[in-house]
Nanobody, 121 residues
Framework: QVHLVESGGGLVQAGGSLRLSCAASGSIFSINNMGWYRQAPGKQRDLVAIIRSDNSTNYADSVKGRFTISRDNAKNTVYLQMNSLNVDDPAVYYC???????????????WGQGTQVTVSS
């Protein structure tokens, strides 16, 4: 069984920074793409950033230049460094990973439980 566990959310003042972590644990053979999504109340879940197995990245336009996604393959962990947080960033942030549990397994999608980010003005 595989689990993705996010951490690092919290309350920060506008202009401040937070670093989110998402650690994958369990029976893992390989991890392909990993990404961060966010969902504000009453809104759909949107992509924030994605990092592929070759470390190439893509970002939502709203976070380009402020957020940085990275990964540590040895720790099965993906990070999201969020700088210059503003009042448009509060949401529950979710980690998503594409993993295989064995060499013969199909790649499956796993989600974390989410971590709340709140920004005070």
């Amino acid at each position: 069984q595989v689990h993705l566990v996010e951490s690092g959310g919290g309350l920060v003042q506008a202009g401040g920074s937070l670093r989110l972590s998402c650690a994958a644990s369990g029976s893992i053979f390989s991890i392909n793409n990993m990404g961060w999504y966010r969902q504000a109340p009453g809104k759909q879940r949107d992509l924030v950033a994605i990092i592929r197995s070759d470390n190439s990245t893509n970002y939502a336009d709203s976070v380009k230049g402020r957020f940085t996604i990275s990964r540590d393959n040895a720790k099965n962990t993906v990070y999201l460094q969020m700088n210059s947080l503003n009042v448009d960033d509060p949401a529950v942030y979710y980690c998503k990973g594409f993993l295989r549990t064995t060499r013969l397994d199909f790649e499956r999608v796993y989600w974390g439980q989410g971590t709340q980010v709140t920004v005070s003005s």
